[in-house]
């Protein structure tokens, strides 16, 4: 069964920085594309970042050069450094590998002043 439990959401300030964490289980996940995606108040989901099994990310527009995707194969855990956050980036933030559609309960990011 796969399963994606995110972790290292909180409520943070402008300017300040989270890292998010995704245990990924179920599947072999050295082998898939893996992504990050999050769901502001009352929009839709919508992918931010991804990294294919050798390494290659590719990021949207609203997190290129503060975010950084990253994945740690031997733990099967996939990453989310979150820099110089913004009050959009307040969102539910869940991890999940394209290929599947299945989701975890997702983690809370709130940037507040």
């Known amino acids: 069964q796969v399963q994606f439990v995110e972790s290292g959401g909180g409520l943070v300030q402008p300017g300040e920085s989270l890292r998010l964490s995704c245990a990924a289980s179920?599947?072999?996940?050295?082998?898939?594309?893996m992504a990050w995606y999050r769901q502001p108040p009352g929009k839709e989901r919508e992918s931010i970042a991804r990294?294919?099994?050798?390494?290659?990310?590719i990021y949207a527009d609203s997190v290129k050069g503060r975010f950084t995707i990253s994945r740690d194969n031997a733990k099967n855990t996939l990453i989310l450094q979150m820099n110089s956050l913004k009050l959009e980036d307040t969102a539910v933030y869940y991890c999940?590998?394209?290929?599947?559609?299945?989701w975890g309960q997702g983690t809370q990011v709130t940037v507040s002043s």
């Open positions: 999940s590998a394209p290929t599947f559609a299945s």
């Open positions: 179920g599947f072999t996940f050295s082998r898939y594309t």
């Open positions: 990294i294919t099994p050798s390494g290659s990310t």
